[in-house]
């Protein structure tokens, strides 16, 4: 370690009192803004694949399967290859969120989100100028390893950077600018169907302009202390925590702090495998477990597919994308519900009910098709219905936008010790890309064969991973990041795997309070 720092041995573990200040909100949307390009991905693909002439360029025989079969409302854009289109990506990530540990642990969180802004700008390019499938393809695997690089080094970055007390709200600011990101594709994808022949090629070619957003903005804002720290630059993790914390303030205790649990965090050696230690089990079994169960949420059902769902069901194929557009807005506005909430009620409260929500109104979208189209799927819906279908799948995205969506990103990145943060937070994304592949890749023939049942097969999984949250995750609202052991070791489940050797003594006054 270089620079000089020495911290007095056994330094005391606090909460330093994070405030508010400007420029660790200007830092963390900047960061945050790195949402925005898996957000425009997941929005753009769903709209582009229900575009004519894309799909006489790129995939003419799921145009004429479309024309062919118009009898079976829930199976006329079952593809596989259709599908492998928007579901490549994914596999890209999931290689790209694996390999940015290395990056992320040894040139920094930073770096990470700016080689994938830049490997997704490339991407993007290629999309839209594409003439053949290849280039499709290979655009869209360039796309893949850009989020997947971001969506593993962003949250880390937001949990490193923002103050304990508020760490929920800024880590919800990743899913709120993915948010942003889908509703802006969808409105793209609304006006780019109008222009006949190349609308498509606008829609994938904008993916652009959010790419370039958050690589600039990401020039701008240091890397965290943390980081900077672990690689031996303690005075510019000095100057990076003065930005952050304020002018004036005395972070010398902080970064003292910081260093001690960074040189304890040196032992580890290959975070990979220690990460499979006995002690490590319940942040392990979190990491995997939380983006599992999201994507059981179904909500890609409704992110990817709105448009193509909708016409399914019956809209015709502007008020598709407009119901997909409706979607999105009700999501964002659910998403900053939740950024009021996450830090004064705490993450269970927001799991608890935004659960129960989606459990109740899956079921009655399910009811809703189930008798009025029943499994035949040959008469669409009227139009009355076809909009009690769209509300009842609003109040259902609200309740994910408040829970699922952004704790997914907030609870694995911090709940991981330092030494294998950057390693667990890509298990994390890796086993959110990985389930998403799978559904993406089985959803259209799902809705194929289970029709409307589809829709109850969400609904069990949503109250499945309710009861698991309640009974196995502890609440780490407001614990500082140094401190998060404790909540295992407290937890009636967990405490048997955690270890209790410690070499730093107990935290100042903060014991007390988990
Ligand atoms: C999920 C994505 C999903 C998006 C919808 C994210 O948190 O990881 O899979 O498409 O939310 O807004």
């Not at 949307?29 to 769903?46: E, P, Q, R, T, W």
């Not at 900077?228 to 003065?242: N, S, V």
């Not at 890609?300 to 119901?323: E, I, K, Q, T, W």
Request: charged share 15%.
């Amino acid at each position: 370690m270089a620079g000089g720092f020495l911290p007095a041995v056994g330094a005391v573990r606090e909460d330093f009192g994070g405030k508010l200040t400007v420029s660790v909100y200007i830092t963390c949307i900047v960061a945050a803004s790195c949402g925005l390009i898996f957000g425009y991905d997941i929005g753009i693909s769903g709209g582009v694949t229900t575009m004519e002439p894309f799909l006489r360029r790129f995939f003419p025989s799921v145009l004429r399967k479309m024309r062919q079969s118009k009898q079976n409302e829930y199976c006329m854009y079952d593809s596989q290859l259709l599908t492998s289109f928007t579901s490549s990506l994914y596999i890209a990530g999931l290689i790209g969120s694996l390999g940015a540990s290395r990056v992320t642990r040894a040139l920094g969180r930073r770096a990470s989100m700016l080689l994938g802004g830049a490997t997704f700008l490339t991407g993007a390019t290629i999309n839209g100028a594409a003439v053949n499938v290849v280039m499709l393809i290979v655009g869209r695997i360039l796309l893949g390893i850009g989020v997947g690089f971001t969506n593993q080094a962003t949250p880390l970055y937001l949990a490193e950077t923002a103050p304990p007390k508020w760490r929920g709200a800024f880590i919800s600011g990743f899913q709120l600018f993915l948010g942003i990101g889908v509703a802006a594709a969808n409105l793209i994808n609304y006006g780019t169907a109008k222009i006949h022949g190349w609308g498509w090629r606008l829609s994938l070619g904008l993916a652009a302009v959010p790419a370039l957003i958050m690589t600039t903005g990401t020039l701008l804002v240091p890397d965290t202390a943390s980081s900077l720290i672990q690689r031996g630059k303690i005075d510019e993790a000095r100057r990076a925590l003065q930005r952050v914390r304020g002018s004036g303030a005395d972070v010398e205790a902080e970064l003292q702090c910081l260093t001690e649990e960074t040189m304890k965090s040196e032992a580890v050696e290959k975070p990979f495998r220690d990460i499979f230690k006995r002690r490590y089990r319940p942040q392990l079994v979190m990491s995997i477990a939380i983006p599992l169960f999201q994507q059981l949420t179904g909500i890609n059902v409704v992110a990817f597919y709105a448009p193509v769902l909708f016409r399914s069901v019956g809209f015709g194929s502007d008020s598709s994308l407009m119901a997909a557009v409706i979607l999105c807005l009700v999501n964002l506005g659910s998403i900053l519900v939740s950024t009021y909430i996450v830090d004064r009620y705490g993450r269970k409260v927001l799991f608890m009910e935004g659960g129960v929500q989606m459990i109740l109104f899956l079921t009655a979208v399910a009811c809703v098709l189930g008798v009025k189209i029943g499994s035949s799927g040959t008469s669409p819906l009227s139009k009355g219905d076809a909009v009690l279908v769209l509300v009842l799948m609003c109040a259902y995205a609200a309740g994910f936008g408040w829970s699922w969506g952004p704790l997914c990103w907030l609870i694995p990145s911090e709940i991981f010790p330092l030494e294998i943060r950057p390693a667990g937070q890509s298990i994390s994304i890796a086993a959110n890309f990985a389930v998403t592949f799978v559904l993406a890749q089985f959803f259209l023939s799902m809705l194929c064969h289970f029709k409307y049942g589809i829709f109850l097969f969400y609904a069990g999984f949503i109250a499945i991973m309710t009861v698991f949250v309640a009974v196995f995750l502890p609440e780490t609202k407001g614990v500082p990041l140094e401190a998060m052991d404790r909540v295992w070791e407290k937890h009636w489940y967990w405490r048997r795997f955690v270890v209790l050797e410690r070499t730093a003594p107990k935290m100042n006054g903060y014991s007390n309070s988990i």
